[in-house]
């Protein structure tokens, strides 16, 4: 942009979308001093495979720029070519700190597609909801804990990584897995949760909450880490809104918006929980909605393992519950001897219902849906749509880490190198959500 006011004349260069030596080349015309630098693809303070293009003048912010597609996993094409079922597995690839999530919100389209909503168990219904406020929690931790090493907090990283094996320590004994768990299915859950799990998630119930406080104690009025955060990555309620940003951004700017109260799912309008805003509208505000809903998320859990009554955890439709008739051997491992006699020895239909299941999947009505959960990171959508086959036509993630990487450039510009770190942590971008 030229302007004609005499001395007063003033060139402005923008750059968007070029390869590095076009950027840089773009920059150097305009004589002046600022220079165009790569932050990242690293890790820390890029979270490993986002890499930001910033444009600096001394150590002042001009223009920021995000470069992704490094970790492209190509999931959503993918499951265009695999079951309905088997597509639980792809999808809880994507965010990997928040897999549960991405189970659920899938399966709760599939389900709304074929029109079981209301037939999944309540069992499963509850042990859904337990393992996403587990991971909820495990998520937040992960966030404050790389967000505060990449800050110097080095001790919130200790804290925050110890409380989140704990956590994984129980998902192992309800999935067999510590991440990445396909265990949420179409129809239910892969299997029923032992005695033995459920003790667990009720141990944990007594050592969180005394670990939460310990970190709160530690960061809520440490001047260090309010210097750095406190004012740091300004985005208020017209921003987030015209960015479409949802999660701890938009609750922090003091909008109590939260799907589990707007839009209810899986029987969330059924329990005693808050939704935790604040005013700040900065990388602090940020911080504190994440250590209280974390609390709140212990409130459901707790809830959770209350109303746990014994029962199903799959729909009770043969044509569609998956594996059909399941049972693990005496070794934890396969089939069991009784299920393989069954459909190999006594019935024929077991075996042609079991192989149908194995080599195809059930065939899912026509028609398309949109369903969405609250993630860790905001609103997770899920658009998909099916042709009546065995397996999807269409699917599509909304992904709040996706949505929310917009608020880089507003957050950045006009601010400190430094503060680019802070502000990108308080974002907390998962980018095999971004890029998946």
Known sequence: MNS???DTAETVYS???????EIVAVAAESGDERIVVNMGPQHPSTHGVLRLILEIEGETVTEARCGIGYLHTGIEKNLEYRSWTQGVTFVTRMDYLSPFFNETAY????EKLLGITDLVPERATVIRVLLMELNRISSHLVALATGGMELGAVTAMLFGFRERELILDVFEKFTGL?????????????????????AAARELLTVLPGRLRDMERMLNENPIWKARTAGIGYLDL?????????GPILRATGLPHDLRRAEPYCGYETYEFDVVTDSGSDCYGRYLIRVREMSESLKIVEQCLDRLRPGPVMIDDRKIAWPADLKLGDDG??????HVEHIMGTSMEALIHHFKLVTEGFRV?????YVAVESPRGELGVHMVSDGGSRPYRVHYRDPSFTNLQAVSVMCEGGMVADVIASVASIDPVMGGVDR
């Not at 399966?107 to 599939?110: I, K, S």
């Open 333 to 338: 491992l396969g089939q069991s001897t009784e």
């Open 178 to 198: 510590r991440m990445n768990h396909a265990f949420i299915r179409p129809g239910g859950l892969a299997k029923d949760v032992t005695a033995d799990a459920l």
């Open 4 to 6: 004609a006011e005499g």
């Open 15 to 21: 750059a968007g979308g070029q390869d590095w030596d």
């Open 365 to 369: 009505p026509a028609g398309q849906v």
């Open 107 to 110: 399966c709760l389209g599939v």
């Open 238 to 246: 017209t921003g987030c809104m015209a960015l479409g940003i949802t």
